[in-house]
């Protein structure tokens, strides 16, 4: 079946340090690979996307790249801040199967200033 | 910017209570979901609704849930008998149907006592 696979959180960081979220998945077909951002106490916010293999999805300084051969997007950014501190989900979507997304269980960040 | 809207933003119930969550949709959207987030949990896929029908329901979606579009712009999401295990935040989301995202309201969060 379909499925999303996160590193587990909680990451706490420093201020300015480099992040990296590991999303690993499982499809049949050719997904979209969406990263959905949740602040405290908040909705869920679309953070990035890449629609097919080699793609590479960007905002806010993040940075994630569909890497089909390693069937992985895994999250990056260069130099976090305290205000990046939250959850971020890595997603699937099959906009020829009816658009629904399957999330991975999320990964919390924390960044100290 | 268009937005999802849903209400109420936090309800309170008594268990065997049957509760309504309302959402209101993007409005040239075509696709509109369900979703559900027990408290430090994935995101897990509820149901999706397509054309005045449901096209696709999870495992999780028994005989107690019950989706309705009653007119041109709200999508309700009913639980007939709540159980303190439904106790979650409720969000629901829209799609126009193409390679874009799915767009979140800021989520009802459902208290069952």
């Known amino acids: 079946g379909n499925s999303v696979t996160q590193m587990e959180g909680p990451v706490t960081l420093s201020e300015e340090a480099f992040l990296t979220i590991n999303c690993t998945y499982t499809?049949?077909?050719?997904?979209?690979l969406f990263w959905y951002v949740q602040y405290p106490g908040e909705g869920l916010q679309l953070l990035l996307k890449?629609?097919?293999?080699?793609d590479k999805g960007s905002n806010k300084g993040f940075e994630a790249t569909y890497r089909k051969e390693t069937t992985s997007f895994h999250l990056e950014k260069g130099s976090v801040q305290v205000s990046d501190s939250a959850v971020y989900f890595c997603?699937?979507?099959?906009?020829?199967?009816?658009?629904?997304?399957?999330f991975g269980q999320g990964t919390e960040l924390s960044v100290k200033p | 910017e268009p937005e999802v809207t849903q209400t109420p933003s936090h309800q309170v119930t008594q268990m065997g209570q049957e509760v309504i969550l309302r959402c209101v949709p993007i409005?040239?959207?075509?696709?509109f979901y369900w979703y559900r987030q027990i408290l430090g949990q994935k995101v897990e896929f509820l149901v999706s609704?397509?054309?005045?029908?449901?096209?696709?329901k999870s495992e999780i979606f028994d005989d107690q849930f019950s989706v309705e579009r009653p007119d041109g712009s709200n999508f309700t999401l009913k639980i007939r008998s709540t159980k303190l295990e439904d106790s979650a935040m409720y969000f629901c989301?829209?799609?126009?149907?193409?390679?874009?995202?799915?767009?979140f309201g800021e989520g009802s969060r459902l208290t069952v006592l």
């Open positions: 989301a829209s799609w126009v149907g193409d390679t874009g995202e799915l767009f």
């Open positions: 409005s040239n959207h075509l696709y």
């Open positions: 890449a629609t097919k293999a080699d």
């Open positions: 499809a049949t077909g050719y997904p979209s």
């Open positions: 997603a699937l979507h099959f906009y020829n199967q009816g658009g629904k997304l399957i």
């Open positions: 609704f397509y054309n005045n029908e449901i096209s696709e």
